[in-house]
């Protein structure tokens, strides 16, 4: 059974600064790996698809990562802003689950001015 | 391009009475799955269709159904509502389709379910 785990759970930091934000994942036959922001009470959006053969994939000020054979993930965001804040979550999608991602439970980010 | 369409947005409901909620997903696409969100348990997968099939349940109880349509909406469906029910409910759909499971997930809103 995949289980995602994601660290920190809660991270601040000031406007400007680069940050990480880790994900790992217990079964290593994923097919992909999705990054998502939600903002309170909302959807998510998607932010960034790693397929299972690539190494990481960019978008803007955001950088993710994908490393199979460890169960890592990491997104990098350069240069955060105020408007960055929101709970990011990643997801893995494997084996023969059509159609499942499982979730860790998130990490809040709040960048203040 | 449209993107996934979720109603209602809002619903307060009683203890057993029973709810439908609808998605449409983006056009062109044809998996459908859902998704409960509390804040207790985040995100969990209730369960996927492509093509009107059931692909893939989650861990529910048969009070929670689910349907697809020719057009590719997706209805599920909360039968004898418990307090425990309430939650975000959110639908996400993808291309979907054999082997193409490389897809990326597209999420719609969210119908925020309260259950008094």
Request: positive net charge.
């Amino acid at each position: 059974k995949q289980e995602v785990t994601q660290i920190p759970a809660a991270l601040s930091v000031p406007e400007g600064e680069n940050l990480v934000l880790n994900c790992s994942f217990t079964d290593s036959a994923i097919y992909n790996l999705q990054w998502f922001r939600q903002d309170p009470g909302k959807g998510l959006t998607s932010l960034l698809l790693i397929q299972s053969s690539q190494r990481e994939q960019t978008s803007g000020r955001l950088n993710a990562s994908l490393d199979k054979s460890s169960g890592r993930s990491t997104l990098y965001i350069a240069a955060s802003q105020p408007g960055d804040s929101a709970t990011y979550l990643c997801a893995a999608a494997g084996g023969t689950s059509y159609g499942k991602l499982t979730f860790g439970q998130g990490t809040i980010l709040t960048v203040h001015p | 391009k449209a993107g996934v369409t979720q109603t209602p947005r809002y619903l307060i409901k009683t203890r057993g009475q029973q709810v439908t909620l609808s998605c449409s997903p983006i056009s062109g696409h044809r998996s459908v799955s859902w998704y409960q969100q509390t804040p207790g348990q985040g995100l969990q997968f209730l369960f996927e269709y492509f093509s009107e099939t059931q692909r893939n349940k989650g861990n529910f109880p048969g009070r929670f159904s689910g349907r697809q349509f020719s057009n590719s909406r997706s209805e599920m469906n909360v039968s004898t509502l418990e307090l425990g029910d309430s939650a975000l409910y959110l639908c996400a759909s993808s291309l979907g389709g054999w082997p193409i499971l490389n897809t990326e997930a597209f999420f719609g809103q969210g119908t925020r379910l309260t259950v008094v």
